[in-house]
């Protein structure tokens, strides 16, 4: 089937970049500072979500009163520090398969919860961001992850069919969201494991980005 395929679309935090441990910990920190607690089994809802989900969870939790806009600028301020201060590094093999997909002639595009700004400075920071023809992101679709918007938007802008269309993602929002725009999900799991119902929706799961380069050798060259 993947002999077929026209175009890889990424994700970006937990799957290209290891942002997840810096994420989670600003997140903390910004809660704790106006005494809230974020236990890791809630940051886990987080991941894959974008900002107006995470909203709407931490109001559930907390009331209708949670200053959210406070403690999300908190959260991006020391965050951003962390980066800028420590770097951000990207996922082994993540180069290599970004090398190898555009040497076969595989369109690359990204699709991400994630700001545009920030987005654009951690690609261009690491040297890939010429790799991508196009980058959607939650800001440029109706609703973010696990709804297939972000994704079936990048289809629209390649011209590729999603039939053609293999995604790769670290979590299981991701999954569901390439599923159900009829792409082909391969998982690279970061922190959050797939469940049993998730495994169902997957085309593949991986251990890493470099076994994602010796999986797609053998296909895409079908």
């Not at 209708?64 to 403690?71: L, Q, R, W």
């Not at 082909?184 to 169902?200: A, F, G, K, L, N």
Request: proline share 5%.
């Amino acid at each position: 089937m993947l002999a077929d395929i026209r175009a890889a679309i990424f994700d970006m935090d937990g799957l290209l970049f290891d942002t997840e441990s810096i994420a989670r910990w600003a997140w903390q920190q910004a809660l704790a500072s106006h005494g809230y607690i974020m236990s890791d089994n809630f940051y886990s809802e987080f991941v894959g979500r974008d900002l107006s989900w995470r909203e709407k969870i931490l109001k559930q939790r907390y009331g209708n009163d949670f200053p959210f806009e406070a403690i999300k600028k908190h959260r991006i301020e020391i965050g951003d520090r962390r980066e800028l201060q420590e770097g951000l590094p990207m996922k082994p093999g993540a180069l290599n398969l970004l090398c190898q997909l555009n040497s076969l002639g595989i369109i690359i595009a990204l699709g991400t919860g994630t700001s545009r700004s920030r987005t654009i400075r951690r690609l261009s920071n690491a040297g890939i961001l010429p790799y991508f023809t196009t980058i959607v992101t939650s800001e440029d679709v109706p609703q973010g992850k696990p709804a297939p918007d972000i994704y079936l938007e990048v289809s629209r802008r390649i011209h590729v069919a999603p039939v053609q269309c293999v995604v790769f993602e670290d979590s299981c929002v991701g999954v569901e969201a390439a599923f159900s725009a009829g792409m082909y999900p391969i998982m690279v799991p970061d922190i959050e494991q797939p469940s049993p119902e998730i495994r169902c929706l997957t085309y593949k799961i991986l251990d890493s980005l470099e076994q994602a380069s010796e999986f797609l050798e053998q296909r895409l060259k079908a």
